[in-house]
């Protein structure tokens, strides 16, 4: 059973950038598609970027051209750079694999 470990939340002002990753223990990890997702108060946890196993991506029309997803298989972890940062970005960021979920990792944009 695979397990995740996100890491790389903070606190950033607007126009800020923060990196999280998302580790994993577990084999087969780069046999897998990873997800990236958010949940802000309030809101439904919504998908943010995905990778294929083959590094294939797809981002919400929201995060287009700020942020970017990317893999690093002999690390078991996938990241997600995020430029540009918006108030509304605010959220717990989740990775997620294999029906497996993180514990997340909390995003803050605000100055």
């Known amino acids: 059973q695979v397990q995740l470990v996100e890491s790389g939340g903070g606190l950033v002002q607007p126009g800020g950038s923060l990196r999280l990753s998302c580790a994993a223990s577990?084999?087969?990890?780069?046999?897998?598609?990873v997800g990236w997702f958010r949940q802000a108060p309030g809101k439904q946890r919504e998908l943010v970027a995905v990778?294929?196993?083959?590094?294939?991506?797809n981002y919400a029309d929201s995060v287009k051209g700020r942020f970017t997803i990317s893999r690093d298989n002999a690390k078991n972890t996938v990241y997600l750079q995020m430029n540009s940062l918006k108030p509304e970005d605010t959220a717990v960021y989740y990775c997620?694999?294999?029906?497996?979920w993180g514990q997340g990792t909390q995003v803050t944009v605000s100055s």
């Open positions: 990778i294929s196993s083959g590094g294939s991506t």
């Open positions: 577990g084999s087969g990890f780069s046999q897998y598609a």
């Open positions: 997620h694999t294999r029906s497996v």
